[in-house]
């Protein structure tokens, strides 16, 4: 397959698309289906896919796998085709309400904890969930999720943190950057962010500067701030990059910034591109918008996407992102790469020197010392203990690495 940077120019405009690589029917009639808006020339392209020979089976699987069932079914509701599979259709639309219904008791959880932080003078922001639903996707049950985000100030990360577990959450791991919360008995998970993206992703999103350009978005009929559109296509391309580097992209992620762009008539991209350079996150919004007008046609003017096709790196690693998603089977895939891997690809999603440096150094430190989120969880420790995780993780690494090579590992479990 060619790359965005091989892209001819067609009767004086750009050609619409890559040459199209082989992809397995289904995974192609997901992608085709992944959007709110089919249009004719994609809608012929799913009833040619319906005249070949689909895993109805595998296409439901990898669907739900990539965050995309809504879609899907709503893609194919569209199709007016005896070839439709009746049964896969039937487990796809008892599968839609249970999402939807999940989602709209989060929504309306999401509007009871910004009044419960509202009452308590704590300045916060939520974001993805509901709030992109509803602004992207202008519907709450066309967009999987299973928890809430919410963006607070640094300087308020622990009021917020005592403010949730007063009210009956409980703290499940704190990675730093971010922490999770839950109450069981009523199903509400809550991501608590100081930080956006983990540190050894730099990425300097102001907290202040965002609120101030917060905008009025439609919940349930209430008007609730959230993130302006130029902010929220920084966050998600931002957040397809980490998930990336971990080998944990899902198209859903695509979706939203194809969705995004295409829900926004009078997007600024010259300010928005700006903005990305002075950030060092340009390369980062290329590859998130270049993803989404390749697989969903999403509406990016000709001029952008020659301005971002011009960088080499990101047609390759638009390429490299494209064969992940592809690779996915029916089940989330966690990667397994090596922290060189991870390091190698996260400092080519990164175009300036100093961020490239940063990511090595930094993630050599956090590897030696910093617990993974499997860690905090099978050794659970109060807040003044979670220190130790950082004083027992070099050790835990020596035993697996070099003592477990030489067959000295204690903890390995008897053949």
């Known amino acids: ?57 595998r296409l439901v699987a990898i669907a739900e796998s990539h965050g995309v069932m809504p879609l899907v079914h709503r893609g194919l509701m569209q199709i007016d085709s005896e070839l439709v599979n009746s049964c896969s259709m039937l487990h796809m639309a008892a599968k839609c309400r249970e999402i939807a219904a999940g989602n709209l008791f989060l929504a309306g959880e999401l509007l009871r904890l910004i009044k419960l932080f509202q009452d308590n003078d704590l300045a916060i922001i939520p974001f993805k969930g509901p709030m992109l639903a509803a602004s992207a996707y202008q519907s709450v049950a066309l967009r999987q999720f299973g928890d809430l985000d919410i963006l607070v100030a640094e300087e308020r990360y622990r009021n917020a943190k005592e403010l949730l577990s007063d009210h009956g959450f409980k703290l499940l791991f704190d990675l730093g950057w971010e922490c999770h919360f839950a109450k069981h008995e009523v199903g509400v998970g809550i991501d608590l962010h100081r930080r956006l993206l983990p540190a050894m992703f730099p990425f300097p999103f102001d907290f202040a500067t965002s609120l101030r350009r917060l905008e009025p978005i439609q919940l349930f009929g209430s008007e609730t701030l959230g993130l302006s559109a130029p902010d929220n296509l920084l966050v998600v391309c931002g957040q397809l990059v980490k998930d990336a ?88 895939s966690y990667s397994r790469n ?34 993974s989120e499997n860690e905090q969880r099978i050794l659970p420790l109060p807040e003044k203990l979670r220190f130790l995780h950082s004083v027992l993780r070099p050790f835990r690494l020596l035993v697996k690495y070099f003592l477990g090579k030489y067959g000295l590992n204690p903890f390995r479990r008897p053949l």
């Open 338 to 371: 090596s922290f060189l891997q991870r390091a190698r690809f996260h400092c080519r999603t990164r175009e300036r020197l100093q961020d490239k440096a940063f990511t090595y150094c930094y993630r050599g430190i956090v590897w030696v010392f910093g617990p």
């Open 1 to 57: 397959m060619n790359s965005l940077i091989d892209l001819p120019l067609k009767n004086g405009g750009l050609m619409s698309r890559m040459v199209e690589q082989h992809r397995e029917p289904e995974f192609e009639l997901m992608i085709c289906c992944s959007r709110r808006v089919i249009s004719a020339a994609t809608a012929r392209r799913i009833v040619t896919l319906l005249h070949s020979e689909l895993d109805w089976g």
């Open 245 to 332: 580097t971990e080998n944990k992209v899902r198209l859903e992620q695509v979706c939203d910034i194809a969705e995004l762009v295409s829900s926004t008539d009078d997007l600024d991209w010259t300010g928005l591109m700006d903005r990305a350079k002075k950030m060092g996150c340009m390369r980062m919004l290329s590859l998130g918008v270049l993803l989404a007008y390749e697989l969903l046609d999403a509406p990016v003017p000709d001029s952008v996407i020659l301005t971002m096709s011009s960088d080499r790196s990101a047609g390759i690693l638009v390429k490299e992102i494209e064969k992940q998603l592809s690779d996915r089977g029916g089940r989330p």
